[in-house]
């Protein structure tokens, strides 16, 4: 079972990287969900190299809230990483998963804290 579903996510991850690209100018913001966090990473994709990143583990979010609000936690830090380091827009890799649950709130957290996607 666990198979099936690692093998959907990533025909899905590819599908959708054949379309998003990052640029200096409009990065890719990429997320990696496991069970226990949530990662976050604004990726210029033309250069290689991984502009700001943010987690759950990180200090700013509290470890005993719920995953959903940790989530939201993590895109707002991502947000104002983002925009200290001079990104404004991004573009959304959700990396095969959903967009729902954790996903949407991470992409809400960063939407709230300015980050144009």
Not at 21 to 31: D, K, N, Q
Not at 84 to 97: C, Q
């Amino acid at each position: 079972m666990q198979d099936k579903k690692l093998i959907r996510r990533t025909k899905i991850r590819y599908r959708i990287r054949k379309i998003v690209t990052g640029t200096a100018e409009r990065p890719r913001l990429s997320v990696f969900r496991s069970n226990k966090s949530i990662y976050a990473q604004v990726i210029d994709d033309l250069n290689g190299h991984t502009i700001v990143a943010a987690s759950s583990k990180d200090s700013g979010v509290d470890a005993k809230s719920k995953k959903v609000d940790q989530a939201v936690a993590v895109g707002k830090i991502l947000a104002e990483k983002a925009k200290a380091a001079g990104v404004t827009a991004v573009t959304f890799d959700r990396g095969g998963y959903l967009y729902h649950g954790r996903i949407k709130a991470l992409a809400d957290g960063a939407r709230e804290a300015g980050l144009q996607f």
